[in-house]
């Protein structure tokens, strides 16, 4: 494990790499919005990653880096992610392929900005589809607007809402409730499954 701070518009955020032997592609994935990369889903998504040959770069947001709880506004969460995995981009993962992937608020940061930072997927934890109770204030615009495979694993009991599959979107439902506790090895087992997938469909760089 290395780790690295990298310097944002919004001030620096901090990078823990977690490299697999032979890593085909790098995926970032972000924490939620009160909690921290140490989350056990994203503990379960690193040890998956890394088995499949993914490098993988759990990334602290500036606002956590300085010690607030409450998030950052969306733009700026968005500006500093594409900072950082520009960064990476140009940096430790030269010339490979990225996935941006996250917990809850992390899910929707990789989602707005999977397009803009060249993201080959996204990988979605706890979607939160919608405030506990608030199905009026909807967030699906955010994952239909991604145009790349994402994969998505929610809780069946996710008081945030479920979101259905689609044309480019698979779903898989694991016991339990918005934090994924409840079946770390049934979401290891998906998220491994899913990026070995994902490896396979990048074309070969030596033809």
């Given at each position: 494990m290395t780790g690295l701070t990298i310097p944002t518009p919004?001030?620096?955020a901090?990078?823990?790499?977690?490299c697999a032997e032979q890593g085909g592609a790098a995926l970032l994935l972000g924490h939620g919005a009160g909690g921290?990369?140490?989350?056990?889903?994203l503990a379960a998504s690193t040890r998956a990653a890394t088995a499949v040959g993914v490098h993988v770069a759990l990334i602290t947001q500036p606002y956590r880096v300085a010690g607030r709880r409450a998030p950052a506004p969306?733009?700026?969460l968005d500006g500093a992610w594409l900072a950082v995995s520009q960064s990476l981009a140009e940096g430790?993962?030269?010339g490979l392929p990225m996935i941006f992937g996250g917990r809850s608020s992390g899910a929707r940061v990789a989602c707005r900005t999977a397009a803009a930072g060249g993201a080959i997927a996204v990988l979605s934890l706890a979607f939160p589809v919608h405030p506990p109770g608030r199905p009026d204030r909807s967030r699906m615009d955010e994952?239909?607007?991604v145009t790349v495979p994402v994969l998505v694993v929610q809780g069946e009991r996710d008081?945030?809402?479920?979101?259905?599959?689609?044309?480019?979107?698979?779903?898989?439902?694991?016991?339990g409730d918005h934090a994924l506790k409840a079946d770390l090895i049934g979401l290891e087992r998906a998220v491994a499954e899913w990026l070995a997938r994902q490896l396979r469909a990048v074309p070969d760089p030596t033809g």
């Open positions: 919004h001030g620096p901090h990078v823990e790499l977690h921290s990369i140490s989350a056990p889903d969306a733009r700026q430790v993962f030269t994952l239909d607007g008081p945030f809402g479920r979101p259905e599959p689609a044309a480019c979107r698979e779903v898989v439902l694991v016991p």
